[in-house]
Nanobody
Framework: QVQLVESGGGLVSAGGSLRLSCAAS????????MGWYRQAPGKQRELVAI???????NYADSVKGRFTISRDNAKNTVYLQMNSLKPEDTAVYYC???????????????WGRGTQVTVSS
């Protein structure tokens, strides 16, 4: 089993910044892709950003130029730096990690429990 511990969410004014962190622990053989998703009330969960093993990244159009995803492989941690926040960024943000468990061959996807980000106007 893998546990994901998220931190950094909270309340911020429009134009402000937050930095989300997600640390993975457990029976980890290797970590593959890592990413962040978000879900606003009444909306579908959507991709925010993904960072792959080769450090290539993919961002939702709505956050390009404002958000930056990064990873620290030694700490099994993924970060999301969020700048120039807008009220429409308000959502629960979920960490997502692809893991190959110790003793296994196939990848397994794990989700964090979510952290609330609220941006006031």
């Amino acid at each position: 089993q893998v546990q994901l511990v998220e931190s950094g969410g909270g309340l911020v004014s429009a134009g402000g910044s937050l930095r989300l962190s997600c640390a993975a622990s457990g029976s980890i053989g290797s970590i593959n892709a890592m990413g962040w998703y978000r879900q606003a009330p009444g909306k579908q969960r959507e991709l925010v950003a993904i960072i792959n093993t080769d450090s290539s990244t993919n961002y939702a159009d709505s956050v390009k130029g404002r958000f930056t995803i990064s990873r620290d492989n030694a700490k099994n941690t993924v970060y999301l730096q969020m700048n120039s926040l807008k009220p429409e960024d308000t959502a629960v943000y979920y960490c997502n990690v692809e893991v190959t468990l110790i003793g296994f061959r196939h990848q397994t996807t794990y989700w964090g429990r979510g952290t609330q980000v609220t941006v006031s106007s």
